[in-house]
């Protein structure tokens, strides 16, 4: 059933195009078994969309997708089966219980009877849910119902699981659970996941690899520590008690170090490998007997890695510089 | 959190394996909405008040049937003949609890399809296809839940009738049990036009404007509240167009015995022998429903 090399999710060249938006515009990515695979972009990227092709909730316009060895066009009803969706909306009817609705899912796939009670009943106390178990949905919270939804996503078995921003909107606590679910269901149940969200430090913690997404486009993928080295290495400030002489130039020469800059007595080293280099250059400074008087070393985050990938993108591709200012604006929000 | 634990470890055993047959899910998606509807009696308690007013107005206070009688120096027994020769019965009640059956039908099939909006508003519709759940049996699930609907309040409608006064002189099992098969079949197809014509819809003001603009034609261009001797003759014309015609014109004959020689020495004809009436709302429920089977594997998706 499981594709060979252990990928369960192989995308090629998808794309979806809604009269004449680019929602999906030709996005190729794979995702190996047992990983966590993250889609970040801002709103409007195209990571719902994408969700719902692969899925069977929408149909392609181009490209093809093969999910545990299904054909995503070919074997729709094949793809359902074997995967759980956890949807960005909420889905669950209001006017009956929880357990009510779980049942009714387990119904939907087929499960057999004797068995889908008390498995429903296990997954509500996975998101501990069992004491409103009985209770009608409509009185749920926000946060129990994000929970009811992960567990109706898993009633079926599932060995991959999409999940499409499963922390919007929840306060720190259930937010906090929630990831506590995702890494359980990944570490004690080797399921994959594949996620989406636009919190920076979401898809920091939780993901082994991320794809940045934005207009339809992924514009890297890799993990969280390659892109935060997309933004140029570390960052070494170290400072010395004499302004001159200038030794910049030596820095430089340095192996590993990037990128020099003196503002007075403050020089702003960017470098592959900070920990190395920042041993070196003190050295380098007592030889030309200088004094230093601080040092600090910089990891760079993905928020500046996200920054830098998104808005080099928008000066490669477009001219206008209101649109590039009005792109600033929106990605601004997305890191909120 | 001990609790988690133990169910940590039951949650993930190996996977049973999967009724995979089309029908699957067919009577869970059915009962949800049936559950949906018996928990809140005031909708159905709402859809009966028309019928009702209906009856007690038109049936009782303004006999109708006056109209056409109140000339000076006629008998009672030539009241009744004219009364049986336009309506087919002697008591223009029971001619429009017949009727009514037919209305209580119409408008509850009417929204069929605006459950289909609903949910699809409310993500459920997401969920289900997101589910191997087969298109046809989400259709065919709305469909069902609305032909139970129907049938309960068509028959809840004709009990107030008959407390009311109905004639039962005609009533046998078999009148009873062919009324409701042709109500069945009615219900059936109506249902199946309406969650069609919502397959795309998750508008639900569009949807309220369809049901206006198809339910109030279908019921005053059928013979379900007058005679259709006494409309224009190209009114005339389109009664016989439509399917609602057939299944009233069916549950006088049996319910009220319309067909009888009686009726037709008298001057009354019906739409159709018996056995059109069948046959015509068998073809128009096949139709539909197969229609929308088809219908819902092209167009029901996000
Ligand atoms: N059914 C549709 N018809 C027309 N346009 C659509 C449709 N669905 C999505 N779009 C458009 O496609 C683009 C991508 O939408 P999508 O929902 O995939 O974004 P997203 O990345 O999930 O955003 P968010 O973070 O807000 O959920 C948006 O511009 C959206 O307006
Ligand atoms: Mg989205």
Redo the contacts between chains.
Sequence with gaps: MVDSGGVVVDVESLSKTFGTLKAVDGVTFQIREGEIFGFLGPNGAGKTTTINMLTTLLRASGGKAVINGYDIRKQPNEVRRSVGVVPQEYTADEDITGLQNILLCADLYGLPRNDSRPHAMELLELVELQEAANRKVGTYSGGMRRRLELASGLINYPKLLFLDEPTLGLDVQTRSAVWRYIRMLKEEYRMTLFLTTHYLEEADSLCDRIAIIDHGHIIKIGTPDELKATVGGDIIAVGVAEAEPDISADIAKIPLVKDVKKNGNEYRIKSEVGEESSIQIIDLVRSKGLHVTKISLTKPSLDEAYLELTGRSIREEESNKMDAFKQRITMMRARR | MA??E???E????????????PL??L???TN?DL??WY??PIQLIISLVQPIVWLGLFGKAFNIAALFTSQPGVTQAEIAAVDLGTFGTTSYFSYLAAGMLAFIILFTAAFAGMSVVWDRR???M????????GRGAIVTGKVLQSVVRSLIQAAIVLAIAVALGMDTANFSVFAIAGTFVMLFLMTFGLSSLFVMLALRSSDWQTQMAIINLLNLPLLFTSNAMLPVKIMPAWLQTVVRFNPVSYAVDGVRQMLLGSGSAAAAAAGYSVLAPLWVDFAVLAAFAAVLSVLGIILSWRLL??
Excluded: C, Y
Aim: glycine residues 4%; aromatic residues 10%.
């Design positions: 609790q988690q133990r169910a940590r039951k949650a993930f055993r190996a996977a049973p394996n999967l009724n995979k047959s699957h899910g009577w869970a998606l949800r559950i949906k928990k809140n409310f993500g459920f997401n969920k289900a296809m997101s589910t191997p759940v998706s996000k």
